[in-house]
Every structure is written in C-alpha cells, then in structure tokens.
C-alpha cells in the first residue's frame, strides 16, 4: 500500500533572539546518507539485517516503502529500530505501483542504479521540488547497462525505467563530484558479471563503498592525481545480511552547531555525530574561522568513525573555502553562509556549481536568504562573496524556503542570531531530513513557536 508522507500543510515561523544562551547535550537524528543506504543494502542482501538509529525523516520513510515496493520485508520495531528481511541480490520484484519517492533525491538517484539493473519495468516521481531536479548525471551513465529510461524534457522525473537484468560492466568518470552518480553507478554494477569501475576526480562522501564491503562485495580504492580516486566493484557478489548502526548525521548536527557559535554566551554538545573525513568539511571550514568546536570520545560504531562535537560561542572571522573542500560539505553551505554573515570580514566559498541543482537552486536561494536579512553578497561565477557584519546579523526580512529542508533550518539558525525577527515562509520539509528539529532547538533553549 502506497503511504503518503508529505507534509499536510504549510507551517510558517517567525524567529526572535533567545533570551538567554543556548546550552545544554543532545542527540541528533540518524545520518540520511546512511539511513537510505542500510535500507537499500539490507533489501539486496541474504537474510535479516537489524538497523538501529535510522532517521525517521520524510525522504528516508520513501525508501523504505519503496524496498517494500520491489519485495522486501521492512518492518518498524521501536524508535529508530528497523528489521530488513532482504530478497537478495536477484531476488526483487516489479512494483505493482509507482514509486513517490517525495523530495528526497538521494532515494532517486540511488534507486535508479538497481532498478536499471533488474529485469523489469518500474516508474519513479517525486514531490514538485524533487520533479523539478535533473536526472539526466544519473541516466546517461546508466544507459550502457542496457536499460531504458523515458522521462519528462530536460530529464526530470517521472522517470520510468525498463531495467536490463544481465547488465554489462560499467566504466565511467564523474565529470562533476557527485556521491550520488558514483553510488548509481556501483549499485547498477552490483549485477554485472565483472569488474564496474567508477574514476572520480573529486574524493566523495564514501557511505556506498564502506556499506558495500560491510555486507560482503569486493570493493577496491585506490589514489588518482590530485586528490581523485578509482573505485571498482567486484560483480555478483553474495550480499549477506550484517546489523547496522547509523550515526547522528554531520549535516543536522551543523544547525545546532552554528547556532550556538553565533548566539552569544552559549555551549552546547552533540553527541554520536559521524565523523567520516568525506563529510566534515564544515567542521573545518568553522574552525580556519576561528570557531570553538571541540571533538571529544572519538569511537567507531558500525564501521563510520563517531565523536561528540562541544561548540561555544566566540568571534568568528572571514574564510576562503576551497572548491576542492566542497564534496564533503556539499548540505552545509547555506548554515556555514549564516555563520559567514555573523564573521567579521568577507569570506568566499568556491566552486558551488552542484548547489544550483539541490532541493532548490540552493545557490540563488542562499543569496536571497542572506540579502533579505541585510547582508551582502556577491556571486561571481560559481563562487559566492558573503560580506560579514562582525556582529549580529541585521534579521527582519522574509525568508522563501523553496521547499528545501536545509534553507529552513538555516534561516531558523539565522533567526537566532538576527538583531530583529526573522520570518521563515514554511518549515513542513524540516520533516524530510531532521523530524523534531524544532523540539531539539527548543530543548537547548531556542524558543521557538510558531
């Protein structure tokens, strides 16, 4: 039975200044990234799989009706514990319906290496947002596996595809990094007979090659010039089924962070965030700006490295961030432009092609969220120029979330940090990747109400 998990209707929030700093230790949901993967992974492999931590956010629940969709047994045992009785590796079957997979592109791209690689037909939409998203990175490559795909113009969804069942080997570079593409790819390949190799000049999040490995597939990396790296993909491999713990997830763990780096007198923890090298470019970032961001009880849960994150509130200064640097803090742009806007002096962050093809044209969409809240900004080819104040941002404009989870959440962070209120358009697709944001802002002393 297909289960609609939209959002029911527009919730639009006006934020003040808290009264007093924010202050106190939270958890924050399960990595998305991860979240999405252990259900795809736990679907193709032999046997029962008992994932704990799993976010329970809109865009992760698509993928989980949708592995039911194609014959998995994917059963809600408690918050955040999941049971995944797989089909294994040839053992999926063609829905009897369409897959909705909501906003979440992740789900979709994702999808669409294994259903290009199984022998039937299947259709993929998703919400308004995720329709207007391109598909064609993902399809391009996957049309030499054999499989067809009809779309709307321009590539976008929906999608209907007619898999190949005896798909041949893949060999594809990435002409952009993309996680996304890279993880289509190895998925479309776990079918061939062969070796899939995917050449990537950019190292991207690496959540596909490590589950990969943990459920049994041969799966080889190794260095490529500057910073690059080839991955290739042992075919057919017996994925065997192997329990999983999903981390707190860097990007959530980021709002929570940055807002208690900008509103004064305040500290704050997070504990159990993953803290994979491919996801923690913001970390960084905020540290070269002078961020007080502490990591402490560094462990290894579930093959993903995981600390606890401290940040307290000082003077943060402007940054040079990197193309390079962007793989890794792809989601985290538009929070780390509200930090940026609270800096003293200008920071510029480089290379932010892949943010115009996000939830929104998160680039155009961070820009307004910033100049409606009297900060300057400049963006000079794929590079965005945000002038700080060096002190409380000036607030009092309307922010257009634009459907996007993240932009919300960040004009929440900058709303905190505003010398006037900060109105925010609809915070309904807070839901997709961090449900209870709102309530967890609140526990640490936010004050938020709509």
């Known amino acids: 039975m297909k289960t609609d998990h939209a959002p029911s209707s527009v919730r639009a929030l006006t934020v003040h200044a808290p009264r007093a700093p924010l202050s106190g230790s939270v958890h924050v949901p399960g990595d998305k990234s991860i979240s999405h993967r252990s259900l795809m992974f736990a679907a193709l492999a032999r046997g029962t799989t008992h994932i704990t931590g799993l976010l329970e956010g809109e865009d992760v629940l698509r993928t989980a009706d949708a592995m039911r969709a194609l014959g998995a047994d994917?059963?809600?045992?408690?918050?955040?514990?999941?049971?995944?009785?797989?089909?294994?590796?040839?053992?999926?079957?063609?829905?009897?319906?369409?897959?909705?997979?909501?906003?979440?592109?992740?789900?979709?791209?994702?999808?669409?290496?294994?259903?290009?690689?199984?022998?039937?037909?299947?259709?993929?939409?998703?919400?308004?947002?995720?329709?207007?998203?391109?598909?064609?990175?993902?399809?391009?490559?996957?049309?030499?596996?054999?499989?067809?795909?009809?779309?709307?113009?321009?590539?976008?969804?929906?999608?209907?595809?007619?898999?190949?069942?005896?798909?041949?080997?893949?060999?594809?570079?990435?002409?952009?990094?993309?996680?996304?593409?890279?993880?289509?790819?190895?998925?479309?390949?776990?079918?061939?007979?062969?070796?899939?190799?995917?050449?990537?000049p950019v190292a991207t999040r690496d959540h596909t090659e490590n589950m990969l490995r943990h459920f049994g597939a041969q799966v080889q990396v190794e260095p490529m010039g500057a910073g690059g790296r080839v991955i290739t993909l042992q075919g057919r491999p017996d994925l065997v089924a192997r329990d999983i713990v999903v981390p707190g997830d860097p990007s959530s763990a980021a709002f929570v962070l940055v807002a208690a780096l900008l509103v004064p007198g305040s500290t704050v923890r997070v504990q159990g965030v993953g803290l994979n090298p491919l996801r923690t470019g913001l970390f960084t970032s905020l540290r070269e700006m002078g961020a007080d961001l502490a990591i402490s009880n560094e462990r290894v849960e579930g093959g993903e490295p995981v600390g606890d994150l401290t940040a307290t509130a000082g003077a943060l200064h402007g940054v040079d961030v990197p193309?390079?640097?962007?793989?890794?803090?792809?989601?985290?742009?538009?929070?780390?432009?509200?930090?940026?806007?609270?800096?003293?002096?200008?920071?510029?962050?480089?290379?932010?092609?892949?943010?115009?093809?996000?939830?929104?044209d998160r680039l155009a969409a961070t820009v307004a969220l910033l100049e409606a809240n009297g900060i300057r900004v400049d963006v000079v080819g794929d590079d965005m120029i945000v002038h700080g104040t060096g002190g409380a941002i000036p607030g009092g404009g309307l922010v257009e979330t634009r459907m996007d989870h993240r932009l919300a959440m960040s004009a929440i962070v900058m709303g905190l940090a505003a010398r006037k209120p900060v109105s925010v358009d609809d915070t309904a697709f807070i839901d997709t990747s961090f449900p209870g944001f709102v309530g967890l802002m609140n526990s640490i002393g936010a004050g938020l109400a709509a």
């Not at 408690?78 to 319906?97: H, I, K, S, T, Y």
């Not at 929906?158 to 893949?170: D, F, R, S, V, Y």
């Not at 509200?338 to 943010?355: D, I, T």
Request: proline share 7%.
């Open 74 to 200: 994917i059963t809600r045992e408690g918050a955040g514990q999941w049971r995944v009785q797989g089909c294994g590796l040839d053992g999926l079957r063609e829905p009897a319906d369409v897959l909705d997979m909501g906003n979440s592109g992740t789900a979709a791209r994702l999808l669409s290496g294994i259903l290009a690689s199984h022998g039937f037909t299947s259709v993929m939409t998703g919400d308004a947002s995720l329709r207007g998203r391109p598909m064609k990175r993902v399809t391009d490559p996957l049309a030499a596996t054999g499989a067809t795909f009809l779309s709307r113009q321009g590539g976008r969804l929906p999608l209907a595809i007619a898999g190949n069942a005896n798909p041949p080997p893949l060999a594809y570079r990435l002409p952009v990094a993309s996680a996304q593409v890279k993880s289509a790819v190895l998925l479309a390949g776990l079918n061939a007979v062969g070796e899939t190799r995917v050449e990537e």
């Open 323 to 360: 193309a390079t640097r962007a793989p890794s803090m792809i989601d985290e742009y538009p929070v780390l432009a509200v930090a940026a806007a609270h800096a003293v002096g200008p920071s510029r962050f480089r290379g932010l092609e892949e943010l115009r093809v996000k939830e929104s």
